[in-house]
């Protein structure tokens, strides 16, 4: 399922991309200097983002990502990086996440202030706790608040 099956108005352009595997905030403008603030990184706006990891990341690995993390393309910028309780109220998942009852899964919000391909799952991954399930939940001032997927807001 694609944009195209929600709007039908040839104006309104995405501000930044979900890779096929992630899910979430996505916004969209008329407004070219609004997406052109919104997906350009030398804006450097913060998405936030929920992400559950398998395993559970000590203090170590939550300071790699607050200082930022080596990666193919160079070091990222330093990252807010917390571990939180699963999120309330979370929809399933089509598919589901792999499920290993013998290791334990967790979740970080993590916000960051650039938009490299693939990034947050590279990130977790280099400090070595790969990304199960990704949930982009706020962009700037705009966060996804209670909507479930396919649910839209105009504001």
Same mark, same amino acid.
């Given at each position: 399922?694609?944009?195209?099956?929600?709007? &039908? $108005?040839?104006?309104? @352009?995405? /501000?930044?991309?979900?890779?096929?595997?992630?899910?979430?905030? *996505?916004?969209?403008? +008329?407004?070219?200097?609004?997406?052109?603030?919104?997906?350009?990184?030398?804006?450097?706006?913060?998405?936030?983002?929920?992400?559950?990891?398998?395993?559970?990341?000590?203090?170590?690995?939550?300071?790699?990502?607050?200082?930022?993390?080596?990666? &193919? $393309?160079?070091?990222? @910028?330093? /990252?807010?990086?917390?571990?939180?309780?699963?999120?309330?109220? *979370?929809?399933?998942? +089509?598919?589901?996440?792999?499920?290993?009852?013998?290791?334990?899964?967790?979740?970080?919000?993590?916000?960051?202030?650039?938009?490299?391909?693939?990034?947050?799952?590279?990130?977790?991954?280099?400090?070595?706790?790969?990304?199960?399930?990704?949930?982009?939940?706020?962009?700037?001032?705009?966060?996804?608040?209670?909507?479930?997927?396919?649910?839209?807001?105009?504001?």
């Amino acid at each position: 399922m694609t944009l195209s099956n929600y709007f &039908k $108005d040839p104006t309104l @352009r995405v /501000a930044g991309r979900l890779d096929y595997d992630s899910e979430g905030l *996505l916004l969209l403008s +008329d407004d070219g200097r609004l997406v052109q603030k919104i997906s350009n990184p030398r804006f450097k706006l913060e998405k936030t983002y929920l992400a559950q990891l398998e395993g559970e990341p000590g203090s170590d690995a939550l300071a790699q990502l607050r200082t930022g993390v080596v990666l &193919k $393309d160079g070091k990222t @910028r330093p /990252a807010k990086a917390k571990l939180i309780e699963e999120p309330a109220n *979370l929809w399933s998942r +089509d598919p589901p996440i792999r499920y290993r009852a013998n290791i334990p899964t967790s979740w970080i919000e993590l916000t960051i202030s650039e938009g490299r391909n693939r990034q947050v799952r590279r990130m977790t991954a280099a400090v070595n706790f790969p990304t199960l399930r990704l949930i982009r939940f706020q962009v700037g001032d705009w966060s996804l608040g209670t909507l479930k997927p396919g649910e839209w807001i105009e504001v």
